[in-house]
């Protein structure tokens, strides 16, 4: 091939494509988070109109469902747009969004709310495909930095998110304008409606700006998509990276980490939203959006703030248990916020929990990545499996966390509203011992040896 004919994709990738890759990812994350700050209120008007009784369960189920087809989902999505190209796959994903945003938020049964998350997980399970636009597009040199898209991208989707779920949620209540109308009968539409909307903004601006990355010639010619072929390999991936030394420790680190972490995106709301009398605060959609919104501000000035003198001075390898007793400690600290000093209690632990999640995941990429690189191990492969196991993660976390919210909520301490949020400590700890497991790797050069003192 010719160096014409190998440049001509990064040619055509202009500003505007890069920035509806942008945009496409923050919507990602912006359908992640937009329903935590409202989620457990849906989930109790629906169980009471219906005589159910576990909404703890329910909320997990909601926000596991999501993530869920989202894993299953991406090996398809990267296999379609192998054969017929990232951009209209890319486009379908829009579409989608938009559709079942809005049925989640149109949602009158507790079923119809699960069978519009998992389909918005569906189409929301085309990320791979937004990176592998990228690398077709990018020269080794533009690689890095167009990634760097990609992780702000996520920082800045999960802050919007939550702010706009909260602060859109029963406008009948806060402006006269949607009295007496549709969003007054489903109060939780309008929020979904307006991630509809800028996805479908973000379609229409794909259509004019986002040219095709992948040409004909490079595309699959198999008639088979083969999807069942990439999941099935990407578990044997992950399965191998298990047993691998260090890098198996640094994955089981990050799969507690992640584990507990998702299992407050589960509770958190559960215990905000409970009656003063109870022990929770009382809150309401909009206060609960401007704490994860908090969360996700902290978390990028953490990862482009501090981030960078912290690994200098410390290394990733003691800045990976640092960040776990940070953010575990975080974590327990959220049941035991005073309802009189409540927002700024909570404000200081969810900037806690910020920035012990912000150290944790640079930290443990930077030593998969030295470590692969040393032991001369596909780079792919393993973040492959990180990636994979991270999101197995995702799924049972909020699942196991609305489990233990219904069986202990109504009971008596230890094991009462607590011990969600316990558990959350005990998987932070559980990674931190792990994490001082991780050998010192032999020192190749000056920069390798920093990161690991």
Not at 340 to 347: D, G, M, P, S, W
Not at 359 to 388: D, W, Y
């Amino acid at each position: 091939m010719s160096d014409t004919a190998s440049s001509e994709p990064v040619v055509q990738a202009g500003k505007g494509a890069l920035l509806v890759l942008f945009l496409a990812t923050v919507i990602d994350m912006i359908g992640f988070g937009i329903v935590i700050p409202f989620l457990t209120y849906l989930v109790e008007d629906l169980a009471a109109s219906e005589g159910i009784a576990e909404v703890g369960l329910w909320v997990g189920l909601l926000m596991t469902s999501y993530s869920a087809a989202q894993f299953l989902f991406s090996p398809f999505w990267g296999s379609v747009s192998d054969r017929i190209g990232r951009r209209p796959v890319l486009m379908i994903g829009l579409v989608g969004n938009t559709v079942f945003f809005t049925m989640f938020g149109l949602a009158n049964t507790l079923f119809i709310a699960l069978a519009a998350r998992f389909m918005a997980g569906v189409f929301n399970g085309n990320l791979a495909v937004a990176r592998a636009y990228i690398g077709d597009v990018s020269s080794p040199s533009q690689l890095n930095t167009r990634m760097g898209l990609i992780g702000a991208a996520f920082g800045l989707g999960f802050t919007i998110g939550p702010f706009i779920g909260g602060e859109l949620s029963n406008p009948a209540e806060k402006w006269d304008l949607f009295v007496d109308t549709i969003f007054e009968t489903y109060p939780y539409l309008l929020p979904c409606v307006a991630a509809g909307g800028l996805s479908l903004i973000s379609f229409v601006y794909a259509y004019f700006y986002l040219p095709e990355s992948l040409p004909k010639a490079k595309r699959s010619k198999k008639d088979k998509l083969n999807w069942s072929v990439k999941l099935a390999k990407s578990f044997k991936n992950s399965y191998s990276m298990l047993n691998r030394g260090a890098i198996s420790i640094i994955i089981w680190a990050t799969f507690l980490f992640i584990f507990g972490f998702t299992i407050m995106h589960a509770v958190f709301i559960l215990y905000t939203g409970m009656a003063l009398e109870d022990g929770g605060l009382a809150y309401n959609e909009a206060q609960n959006g401007r704490i994860f919104a908090v969360i996700g501000i902290a978390g990028i000035v953490t990862q482009g703030v501090l981030i960078g003198p912290l690994s200098r001075r410390l290394g990733a390898k003691k800045l990976l248990p640092i960040s776990c007793f940070v953010c575990g400690t975080g974590l327990v600290l959220i049941p035991y916020t005073q309802a009189e000093h409540a927002t700024v209690q909570l404000v200081l632990v969810a900037i806690i929990v910020a920035v012990g999640s912000g150290l944790f995941q640079p930290s443990s990429s930077t030593l998969l990545t030295t470590f692969a690189k040393h032991e001369g191990i596909n780079l792919g492969v393993v973040m492959g499996a990180q990636e994979s196991i991270s999101s197995f993660a995702r799924i049972l976390g909020p699942l196991t966390g609305g489990i233990v919210w219904t069986y202990t909520v109504s009971r008596g301490w230890p094991l009462d509203y607590h011990t969600a949020f316990h558990l959350c400590g005990v998987m932070m700890l559980l990674s931190a011992i792990l994490s001082f497991r991780i050998k010192t790797i032999p020192e190749t050069s000056d920069e390798e040896s920093k990161d690991f003192s």
